[in-house]
Nanobody, 123 residues
Framework: QVQLVESGGGLVQAGGSLRLSCTAS????????MGWFRRAPGKERVFVAS????????SYTDSVKGRFTISRDNAKNTVYLRMNSLKPEDTAVYYC????????????????WGQGTQVTVSS
């Protein structure tokens, strides 16, 4: 069975940092592009960041550029999202996802999803 399990969420103050992790099992990890999405209360799920098979290429939504960094360690079957300078508007449930399709930031292109981890940023 394919499983993506996120961890690292929590409550932090504005300006703080947090690192999310997502560990995959049941798939050939290096064969998938990995992405992070988030959903704030009452809002649609939106793209945050993605990373190519080997980590040579990354993509970010404009609101997190310069603050968030996505990375992966294929030997550990894990993708990370380092979040710095957090703002209250970053508060959301964060999901990791896997796809073999490139060039799209749409959630419908992703085949597998984790259960999500809550990130809350207080002002």
């Amino acid at each position: 069975q394919v499983q993506l399990v996120e961890s690292g969420g929590g409550l932090v103050q504005a300006g703080g940092s947090l690192r999310l992790s997502c560990t995959a099992s049941g798939l050939t990890f290096s064969g998938y592009i990995m992405g992070w999405f988030r959903r704030a209360p009452g809002k649609e799920r939106v793209f945050v960041a993605s990373i190519s098979y080997t980590g040579s290429s990354t993509s970010y939504t404009d609101s997190v550029k310069g603050r968030f960094t996505i990375s992966r360690d294929n030997a550990k079957n894990t993708v990370y999202l380092r979040m710095n300078s957090l703002k209250p508007e970053d508060t959301a449930v964060y999901y990791c996802a896997a796809t073999r399709s490139s060039g799209s930031h749409q959630g419908s292109e992703y085949d597998y999803w984790g259960q999500g981890t809550q990130v809350t940023v207080s002002s």
